[in-house]
Every structure is written in structure tokens, then in C-alpha cells.
């Protein structure tokens, strides 16, 4: 009952009118008076901010900041995935059953997700782990490794809910929303693939970088609005480190999975 009263509710205010009317006021100039007390709301440490808070033109240009280089030091070793953002890890595990993978008690599928064939078996039995980004966090995207592009693709229109409430009741968003889906190649034949997920109301992914390749720490991407990143990992190719844990903060650049 609950899940459907709360997709009820969301799909009426989820809309066309809806998103332009957000977009308009977190743009506008008058938004720029409400970065000091959002920055106090969320407890955001200003001194990690590339520049001072009364530079930014609007709340949404706040959102979108970046930190000072020293602010998020990257995980120099060869074996390592680093986080590829400021997030709280909502899930981890094995994908189960070959393509099942569990977020907030709700199964989702590698086929929902993907939309490719050859992915799910590429995937199947291998790992996963998803990170949310609340509005607290840093929102710039950066890459987990050093490792090739071997393709980018955009699946899903609509954007709901990433947060605890939208996770729990919502139909599952983070196979759904609009998301864009990377997946690289490193060491030579090993596979993971990327996918950062949209955020209510807005299909907010912006990239960056464009290059076939990318350097583990440098930036790709960001989202203008709160959002989820999904990452999975082949079988047998990973081992998460001791502090992935559900719930816990982590940080870019920290290390988050060691190589087999």
C-alpha cells in the first residue's frame, strides 16, 4: 500500500512543468542567496572549495562545484578501483542467480539495467556496488582507473527518486531512470562498467571528457542534481576492501576494491 500511494505521488509531480519550474529557480540569480545557508544545512566544508562561496552565479552552479586538488588525494596503487565519488555505499555484493542484484530489498535485473545481452553475460555472477549521492556531496564524477572506453550509451527517459524513500517504494529507479551506461576495458580483456544513474525530475548527467581514455582521479562528468553510480564487476576479478560497508561514507579517490 505504501509503495503505491508513494508512486502515485511522485508520478503526479514528476513532470514536464514540474522539472522546468526546479531548474528554474536552483538557476536563477536569486538562488545564489541561498548557497551559505545551504552549505550550513548540509554541514559542506567550504574550505575544501575551489573557490569562495560568493563566486558562484546560482544554487545549481554551487551544486556543481569543484574542490581544491589537494582536497580529494588519489589512491596511487596499480591494483586498486578508487571511488569514483563522494557517496554513501547504499549496496554491494555478488550478483546472485547470475543476473540478480539486490538494492533496498528490491531485485533488479542485469537485462533492466543494460538493455544488452552480451553485458549481462558478461556480468553474470560478478559483483556490484552502488553509491548515492545526497545533496550534501560533492557531485563531480571521476574515474575509477586507469582504463579504455569501449562504449557509452543512454538508456530511459524519466527520473525518479534516487534517495532511501525512492530506493524503498519507488519502482525501481536505478533500472528505469534515465542513466548512461560506461563500460571499460583495463589490464588487457577485463571488464567494468559504469553507470550513473539521473535524479528526480532532471536527466542531469553532464560529461566532461570525451576521450577514449581515462586516468584514474581525472574528472569525467558530473550531475547537476543528487544522484546514484552503479559500478559491476566481472566474476573472480575484484575483492572489496574492509571498509565497504552498507552505509558507510566514502570519499574519491579512497580505495573501495582490490584486484584478483
Not at 538557476?27 to 566544508?45: A, M, N
Not at 537485462?111 to 553475460?121: P, S
Not at 562498467?193 to 562528468?221: P, R
Amino acid at each position: 500500500m505504501k509503495e503505491k500511494v508513494y508512486q502515485r505521488l511522485i508520478e503526479l509531480t514528476n513532470g514536464r512543468y514540474s522539472s522546468l519550474l526546479l531548474k528554474s529557480i536552483v538557476t536563477s540569480s536569486f538562488s545564489k542567496k541561498l548557497i551559505r545557508e545551504y552549505s550550513k544545512v548540509y554541514e559542506i566544508e567550504l574550505t575544501e572549495v575551489s573557490k569562495d562561496y560568493k563566486s558562484f552565479s546560482s544554487l545549481q552552479d554551487f551544486f556543481t562545484r569543484q574542490l581544491k586538488e589537494e582536497a580529494r588525494p588519489i589512491d596511487a596503487q596499480q591494483h586498486t578501483f578508487v571511488s569514483p565519488v563522494d557517496a554513501k555505499v547504499e549496496s554491494f555484493g555478488k550478483i546472485i542467480e547470475g543476473a540478480i542484484f539486490t538494492v533496498k530489498n528490491k531485485p533488479y535485473t542485469l537485462m533492466d539495467l543494460f538493455g544488452k545481452q552480451e553485458l549481462v553475460e558478461k556480468y553474470k555472477n560478478g559483483q556490484y556496488i552502488v553509491f548515492y549521492l545526497s545533496p550534501a556531496n560533492y557531485h563531480r564524477i571521476h574515474s575509477p582507473l586507469d582504463a579504455k572506453v569501449i562504449r557509452q550509451y543512454v538508456l530511459g527517459k524519466k527520473s525518479y527518486p534516487v534517495n532511501r524513500l525512492g530506493l524503498t517504494y519507488g519502482k525501481k529507479p536505478i533500472s528505469h531512470n534515465y542513466r548512461m551506461i560506461s563500460e571499460l576495458e583495463y589490464q588487457n580483456n577485463k571488464y567494468f562498467t559504469l553507470v550513473k544513474v539521473g535524479a528526480m525530475f532532471v536527466n542531469s548527467i553532464k560529461l566532461t571528457n570525451t576521450s577514449s581514455t581515462w586516468k584514474k582521479g581525472e574528472e569525467i562528468g558530473y550531475f547537476a542534481f543528487g544522484s546514484t553510480v552503479v559500478m559491476f564487476f566481472e566474476e573472480n576479478t575484484i575483492q572489496f576492501t574492509e571498509d565497504i560497508q552498507q552505509g558507510a561514507e566514502v570519499k574519491m579517490g579512497e580505495p573501495i576494491a582490490i584486484m584478483i
